[in-house]
């Protein structure tokens, strides 16, 4: 018994470390772009977040993707000793944890589920054989590396295109910015709703047909489309502005939708990546109560607060570090061009989320900047930052 709890309390802060650690690194990828445009302040960019990110964790994170279900390692293989899955579960939590203490530290955008797979990875390779790992599985997690950056680039490529010849190319940039954002922010709300429905209500235990996922998405992105038309067309001209930047207003409405593309991002990671933080702890915490190795972990509810929490935490205490990293040192980004990256990135989480790749929201955030950058020319995006 006492053991039983020691190994829980332990899962339970390395669990809290690792998520502190998505919070610091990872929350960046919903943020930067609304903090980089300047669409969001610091203050409120985490307000947001915390609301969000907390929201997508406890309410949509639950199934949760306990990684030996996930196919990394070979479940069967452990069966006659169990204690050595916690072992390895709590050094993975405590490695991932740390290299993600590192990177937040210098500002470096890395992945929390890349960091999360490889550590358990080194854990059964080295402590069960390398043939308890499923290499194949990890074959295609590799893909998804080079896949993912390259998906979101090009779409936001394509967005961040099709701002510039709708609405930045023309005579009265501003009319033409109050006529067709609001189809943009039916477009993002759509995205971000769709991925929320498909990839999260099925944890809260709702079934829903694809066909009425497609309805309640449409039905929910009109409803929200509606509101930012609203505020949109409460927007006037600022002439004394323009004279010093041409687009200071039409930047403005694009301010709006960057805080729709904001909240839903950080919704939809919460819900994506809290699994990183909480996937091992549940498969600790039913090892420890079962004393057996089972393909399938229930998980209380106190487990998803904490990993919530300590997403939010993290993102408070340190998340600025990444921040500027992602938001001001790669490309100049405006609420038009953070906007384009957002949606792109959300865009490719929902194709992804779809075939059942576990992709990097931050590769995938990273390459759509550069995306957004390539759309203005090579010149315009800083190099040394990407290496």
């Given at each position: ?5 020691i ?8 669990g ?42 406890v ?26 899955l ?25 992945s929390?589920t ?24 990890v074959?295609?997690?590799v ?10 680039g ?44 498909l ?7 709702l ?13 929910i ?6 509101i ?21 207003t039409v930047?403005?409405v694009f ?21 990183n ?22 998980l ?20 600025r ?10 490309t ?30 931050t ?7 550069l ?6 020319g ?10």
């Open positions: 018994m006492d053991a039983q709890l190994y829980i309390g332990l899962a339970a802060a390395f809290l470390f690792m998520a502190w650690g998505i919070g610091a690194n990872d929350v960046a990828n919903a943020m930067a772009t609304s903090v980089g445009s300047k669409a969001l302040t610091i203050k409120q960019a985490i307000l947001v977040a915390a609301i969000f990110e907390f929201a997508g964790a309410l949509a994170g639950g199934e949760v993707t306990s990684t030996i279900r996930k196919g990394i390692v070979d479940a069967d293989s452990l069966s006659g000793t169990p204690e050595l916690v072992y390895g579960m709590l050094a993975a939590l405590l490695a991932a944890g740390t290299w993600l203490l590192i990177a937040s530290k210098n500002g470096w955008p890395v929390t890349h960091s999360i797979v490889g550590a358990i990875v080194g854990f059964a390779a080295v402590g069960i054989g390398v043939e308890a790992v499923h290499w194949g599985k074959g295609t997690i893909m998804s590396w080079v896949v993912s950056p390259v998906t979101s090009f779409i936001a490529y394509l967005i961040y295109r099709s701002v510039q010849k709708l609405i930045l190319s023309q005579d009265d940039p501003l009319a033409k910015a109050k006529r067709y954002v609001p189809f943009y922010i039916f477009l993002a709300a759509f995205t971000i709703t769709l991925v929320t429905i990839k999260g209500l099925k944890h809260v235990g079934e829903i047909s694809i066909l009425d996922s497609y309805l309640l998405a449409t039905l992105a009109m409803g929200i489309g509606a930012g038309w609203y505020f949109i067309s409460k927007i006037e001209a600022d002439p004394k502005a323009e004279k010093k930047q041409h687009f200071v930047e403005r301010g709006i939708l960057m805080v729709v593309t904001a909240c839903g991002m950080a919704f939809a990671h919460g819900s994506n990546d809290v699994a933080a909480i996937g091992p702890l549940a498969a600790v915490i039913s090892i420890a109560q079962t004393g057996a190795v089972s393909a399938k972990s229930s209380p509810i106190w487990v998803l607060m904490l990993g919530g929490g300590g997403i939010v935490v993290g993102l408070a205490t340190y998340g570090h990444v921040i500027a990293t992602v938001g001001k040192k790669i100049q980004l405006t609420p038009s061009r953070g906007f384009a990256a957002e949606l792109a990135a959300a865009t490719t989480i929902v194709i992804a989320s779809g075939t059942g790749i576990p992709i990097s929201t590769h995938t955030l990273v390459g759509a900047v995306g957004v950058g390539m759309a203005r090579i010149e315009a995006i800083d190099l040394r930052v990407v290496a």
